[in-house]
């Protein structure tokens, strides 16, 4: 079994920073790629940050120069430290870990994210 545990989400002001983590746990040996993504209320999920093993990064576009995505593949944990937040960057984050293994995606439970003007 797989757990993908994401914390670091809360309330902030507009042009705070926030830092989220979500730490992977159980039967998953080969972690490939690591993400971030989020969903607003009546919106899809979408990408906002992506990291490759070899620590190869992607952004959206409307994240970029703002956030940044990082990983330790020891503790098997990915980070998104997030700066100059917005409140369109209010939502639901939910982290996504690639098992290169069995091919398989698994999601976390998601963190709230709210950013107040």
């Known amino acids: 079994q797989v757990q993908l545990v994401e914390s670091g989400g809360g309330l902030v002001q507009a042009g705070g920073s926030l830092r989220l983590s979500c730490a992977a746990s159980?039967?998953?040996?080969?972690?490939?790629?690591m993400g971030w993504y989020r969903q607003a209320p009546g919106n899809q999920r979408e990408l906002v940050a992506t990291?490759?093993?070899?620590?190869?990064?992607n952004y959206a576009d409307s994240v970029k120069g703002r956030f940044t995505i990082s990983r330790d593949n020891a503790k098997r944990t990915v980070y998104l430290q997030m700066h100059s937040l917005k409140p369109e960057d209010t939502g639901a984050y939910y982290c996504?870990?690639?098992?290169?293994?069995?091919?398989?995606?698994?999601w976390g439970q998601g963190t709230q994210v709210t950013v107040s003007s």
């Open positions: 159980g039967s998953i040996f080969s972690i490939n790629a």
């Open positions: 990291i490759t093993k070899g620590a190869t990064t």
């Open positions: 996504n870990v690639h098992d290169s293994d069995n091919e398989t995606y698994y």
